[in-house]
Structure formats: C-alpha cells, structure tokens
C-alpha cells in the first residue's frame, strides 16, 4: 500500500524518547498537576499509577503492535490485519477514528501551544513582574480576546510542528525528540532542585505522596482512570503510527514498561516543581486549568528570581507541548502520504494547513464566536470534549479488543516473549480488565 519502503527508527532507544515525548505533554505538566490539587493529592496519584499499569500499558502494547504488523497508516493497519486474520474490512473504523482523533486534537492543542509560546515571550519581557492577581488574570484574559494575537502564535506553533513532521522520521521526528526531550528533563530537574529552596518541598511531597484515602471517591477513581488513559497517547492513532516505524527486535512489554516509567516520573515531577510554589506563594493547589496560565505568573512575578523561572517553566511546557504536536501530526500525516500520490512534505503541508485552518475557528471561540454554540459548547469545548469522551476511548477500545480477541492468541504470546503463566495474565488483563476499565470511563465521560 506505501509508495516507498517504510521508515523505520534508527534505535530502540530513539523510539522510546519518541514516543515518551509522546505522551510528556500538556497533559502530564498542566493537566495532571490541576487534576492532583483538584483531587486530593496522594490518593489520586496511586489511583492513577495502578491504572496505568491494568489499562495504560496493554492497550499501548496493543496499539504499537497493530502498527508493527501492519507497517502502515493505522487505517491500512487495520485493514491488512484485519484481512490476514479473517476479521471483516470494519475494523478499518478504529484507524480511522484515530487519524481522526489527532487531527482534531491538534487543532486546539496548538491553540494552547500558541498560549505557551505567548507567556514564554511574556516571560522574557518581564510582563508578569509585580503584577497582582487581577492583573495576571487581565493578561490571560486579554490574550484569549484577541483574535490577532491568538492566530499569530497559534500560526508560529504550527509553522514548528510542520517544519520538524516534514523532515522525515529520522531527520525531523528523531532530531527534534533528541534535542526536546533531554532539555525537558534538564529544566523540570532544574525547577524541582528549586522548589526544594521554598521551605515547601516537605508539604508538596506530603501532598502528593501521604494518601487521604478518606478523600477518595468514585469520581477520583474514574477521573485517575482517566488520566491514565488519556497521559500515554493512547487512542490518538500515535502510538500505531510510532509502531509501524518499528523493527521485530524491539520488545514491546519491555519498550512499554520503559515509556510507561519515564511519563510517569515526568509527571510526577511536574507536580514537585509547581506545587512548592504554589504553596509558598499562599495559593491554591486546586485552581484547575488556570494554575499553569494564571496561578503561577502570579507567583513568578512576585518572587526572587521570577523572572528566570518563569521563563524556564514556560519553555519546559513549550517543549512538552511541542513533542505531543509532532507526534499527532504523524498519523495524520503517514495517512496522507500512503493514501495519496503526495510527497513526505506536501503531505505535511495539506494536513498542517487543515489543521491550523480548524484551529482558527478553536480559537475564535474564545472571542467573536464566542456566542457560537453546538450543543450548548463552543467549537473549542466541543473538539475537546468529542475527542476525549468519544473518538479517544473508543479507538483504545477497539485496539486492545481486536489484538487480545482477534489476533491469533498463541502469535501475540510468541510476539510479547510471554511464559505460559504471563499469558493467561496477559489475557485476563488484555480481554477483560483493561477494556472493562475504558468502558467505565466512557460511560463516566458521557455521564458527566
């Protein structure tokens, strides 16, 4: 089905920072930091490990092993295998739904990018430096009632994904993980040994690792679940994508383990950089969305070297930000380019532009459609919450049913390397547990 013989990764261990930087998003530094203060800290935070660990990492196995086999698009993917394993051609709908998924993901995920970028520049010129509360909130504000501004940063955050995705998998995607990915880590590293500076690092890791079980609830447990789902990339069509590109030596339980381990230190390390702060600063711990575009300047602007950090954190979540665009653009991208006479960049260009074509409208609906409703949301509301409730839960669904019912049991043992006591396991989890836990948080999602 592809025009040229498919690219493959040059190393298991560039595969690994890919498809880590993958899942080291927005999601682990701004959503999972709001969603441990909303949900009580400690409690949440292990919810959420064990999830990961029952339904992260089989439907990620899953999704990187439909991409091995079939070494295409996720759509092809699912067509080749579905074909070889007697299944009907509608299986093909679980690529679909994942091409899709990241393309409308990326359309107000880059909005945020663009938001990132903004408050990176703000952070140099010293804007937030001596402002109060309501100041800070005025600039946030401002900023999303400006269309002008909101299109000129969320064009130059998109002109940075199509420029890394149109160099290839070796040049763009493997270079920009090779550079992004390491000063990550340097600069979270560098905001943590601050945080151990504020007298608060106690109370924060109080906070995030002295359980309240009291505080949990059901709604804890299924928003844990859900994090965990949403934290790895999964249901995206990435992970399929990232597969397809892969070499049969790569172990995928043990490729899993690996990026399932460096997300989820990534995120917890997110919180003992933010949450210091936010305590020596007398604030809130449970701001929701608005800790990381208002809580925080807050904080930068009033204390001793604000300024530096500032600038430090906003390009930390510039980079994350940066990492998960790239990786939903490729599927998007590898779907185009094997489905169509196009080339590697002109692929790129004609899904970058519809992407950021579909983002003006996201970001219009901060300010002249903001009136605009569909179902009682605004276009930015409604591509988030139709991926996330809908798109997302059902491709993951499809993915771990179909390897763990339809795939022949005995070559998906062979292929994970597992023992005749790891594979009933493996089973158990892979056809029951896991796709019982998805249910749970689409229902929930829908519900909610």
Same mark, same amino acid.
């Given at each position: ?5 498919? @690219? ?23 959503r ?32 990187w ?5 079939? $070494?295409?698009?996720?759509? #092809? ?9 007697? $299944? ?12 899709? @998924? ?6 107000f995920?880059?909005? !945020? ?6 408050? *990176? ?32 940063w969320?064009t ?17 995607? +493997?270079g920009a ?24 690092f106690?109370e924060?890791l @109080? ?12 709604? !804890? ?5 859900g994090?965990?789902?949403? *934290? ?11 597969g397809?590109?892969?070499? +049969? ?5 043990g *490729?899993?383990?690996?990026? !399932? ?22 604030l ?7 800790l ?12 001793t ?12 979540? *510039? ?11 490729e599927?998007?991208v +590898? ?7 196009l ?6 260009l ?13 970001l219009?609906?901060f300010?002249?459609?903001?009136e ?5 949301? #605004?276009?930015?509301?409604l ?6 409730? !809908?798109l ?9 049913v ?14 994970l #390397? ?6 009933t396991?493996w ?16 229902? #929930?999602s829908?519900?909610?």
């Amino acid at each position: 089905m592809s025009k040229l013989v498919h @690219a493959q990764w040059s190393s298991k261990m560039t595969f690994v920072l890919a498809a880590a930087g993958s899942a080291v998003g927005l999601g682990n530094i701004w959503r999972f930091s709001y969603m441990v203060g909303e949900s009580g800290g400690a409690a949440f935070v292990l919810v959420y490990l064990a999830c990961v660990a029952v339904i992260g990492l089989p439907i990620l196995v899953a999704e990187w092993m439909i991409g091995r086999r079939g $070494q295409n698009n996720p759509v #092809n993917a699912m067509l080749k295998l579905a074909s070889s394993s007697g $299944q009907t051609r509608a299986w093909a709908l679980v690529g679909v739904s994942g091409v899709l @998924a990241a393309f409308l993901i990326l359309s107000f995920y880059s909005v !945020i990018g663009g938001w990132s970028l903004y408050y *990176t520049l703000n952070s140099v010129t010293g804007t937030f430096t001596g402002q109060d509360a309501d100041s800070v909130g005025a600039i946030f504000g401002g900023l999303l009632g400006s269309p002008g501004v909101l299109l000129l940063w969320h064009t130059a955050f998109m002109a940075l994904v199509i420029w890394i995705v149109a160099r290839g998998v070796t040049k763009g995607l +493997e270079g920009a993980v090779r550079t992004l990915m390491p000063a990550l880590v340097v600069l979270m590293i560098v905001l943590v040994g601050y945080g151990m500076t504020t007298g608060h690092f106690g109370e924060a890791l @109080a906070f995030m690792f002295r359980p309240d079980w009291g505080a949990l609830s059901g709604d !804890i447990v299924l928003a844990a679940m859900g994090q965990a789902f949403f *934290t790895l990339s999964l249901g995206m069509g990435i992970m399929m994508a990232y597969g397809s590109y892969l070499g +049969e030596d790569v172990n995928l339980l043990g *490729t899993a383990r690996t990026v !399932i381990i460096l997300d989820t230190v990534i995120a917890l390390l997110a919180g003992l950089a933010i949450f210091p702060i936010v305590f020596a600063n007398g604030l809130s711990a449970g701001e929701g969305p608005g800790l990381i575009f208002v809580t925080l300047p807050l904080a930068f602007g009033n204390m001793t070297g604000g300024m530096i950090l500032g600038l430090m954190f906003f390009l930390l979540l *510039t980079f994350a930000a940066l990492t998960s665009a790239i990786s939903l653009l490729e599927p998007v991208v +590898e779907f185009v380019e094997e489905r169509s006479p196009l080339t590697r960049v002109m692929a790129t260009l004609a899904g970058g532009a519809a992407v950021w074509a579909l983002g003006i409208a996201a970001l219009m609906s901060f300010n002249v459609w903001d009136e605009f409703l569909i179902f009682g949301l #605004n276009v930015f509301d409604l591509l988030d919450t139709f991926t996330s409730t !809908i798109l997302l839960p059902l491709t993951g669904l499809g993915a771990i049913v179909f390897v763990a019912w339809c795939l022949d049991r005995k070559s998906v043992a062979a292929e994970l #390397n597992l023992s005749a006591g790891s594979e009933t396991l493996w089973f158990v989890v892979a056809r029951y547990i896991a796709p019982l836990g998805v249910i749970l948080v689409f229902v #929930n999602s829908l519900l909610g």
